[in-house]
């Protein structure tokens, strides 16, 4: 007759199938997590251009607001910001009131740019 307790240690623990298992199920929970932490870091990482971007084009929409449309029309169409040369391209459109539609575009050497619209007056009176 077999022993109850030896019958009770013989199947306690895991056996190598199920350890193997458990590794495998693991491994693949690790793969997608470092996918998706990847993922994030390259959305993310193009995020500091889109907002250099739109603060350089902001910067020459305040600029037409301040001086009126027709000295910023005359500005230079690059600006540097920070150690970035940024290219600013502006059309400008007359409005029935009398003002200018400024759409102003920048993007820099490489990565995302930025566009931002703009009613200005055509001249500033002090």
């Known amino acids: 007759m077999r022993d109850p307790m030896s019958a009770r240690a013989a199947t306690r623990g ?3 199938l199920e350890l193997v298992v458990a590794v495998l199920v693991l491994a693949m929970a690790t793969m ?3 996918r998706s932490t990847e993922h994030a870091t390259r959305a993310l990482g193009g995020e500091t251009a889109r907002v250099l971007a739109l603060q350089v084009a902001l910067n020459r929409a305040e600029e037409y607001r301040l001086y009126g449309a027709r000295l910023a029309g005359g500005l230079p ?3 540097r ?3 970035t040369l940024w290219r600013l391209d502006v059309t400008e459109e007359p409005t ?10 920048a993007r820099g050497e490489a990565g995302p740019g930025a566009r931002v619209a703009v009613i200005a007056p055509r001249v500033v009176t002090p």
């Open 81 to 83: 910001y920070g150690t």
């Open 14 to 16: 895991f056996t190598l």
């Open 77 to 79: 169409r690059e600006a």
């Open 32 to 34: 997608a997590a470092l």
């Open 96 to 105: 029935r009131a009398g003002h200018v539609l400024a759409t102003i575009g």
